[in-house]
């Protein structure tokens, strides 16, 4: 049974930096075939893509994360990764990971990240 775990959530004041991590556990092969993704979803919005990576970690950003987040993915760990600097109070929100696959959509159950003075 596929499972992704996220861990690395908290309190931050603007400015700050977090790191988030995505522990996919299940099946090392599902992992390495497919693209990770972290989404977030803001109290009252609709859920968004933040940044996503292929398998030959290509990257991609929205707009309003990009040159403040880098994502990244360890194969051999299984476990995909969103760096976090310069957090601002619009980045507060719930991160979820997820592995979008031929069968199914795969999502944690999402970390908290609050960005607040």
């Known amino acids: 049974q596929v499972q992704l775990v996220e861990s690395g959530g908290g309190l931050v004041q603007p400015g700050g930096s977090l790191r988030l991590s995505c522990a996919v556990s299940?099946?090392?092969?599902?992992?390495?075939?497919?693209?990770m993704g972290w989404y977030r979803q803001a109290p009252g919005k609709e859920r968004e893509l933040v940044a996503t990576?292929?398998?030959?970690?290509?990257?991609n950003y929205a707009d309003s994360v990009k040159g403040r987040f880098t994502i990244s993915r360890d194969n051999a760990k299984t476990t995909v990764y969103l760096q976090m600097n310069s957090l601002k109070p619009e980045d507060t929100a719930v991160y979820f990971c997820?592995?979008?696959?031929?069968?199914?959509?795969?999502w944690g159950q999402g970390t908290q990240v609050t960005v607040s003075s």
């Open positions: 997820n592995m979008p696959t031929r069968n199914q959509n795969y």
């Open positions: 299940g099946s090392i092969f599902i992992f390495r075939i497919n693209s």
């Open positions: 990576i292929t398998t030959t970690s290509t990257t």
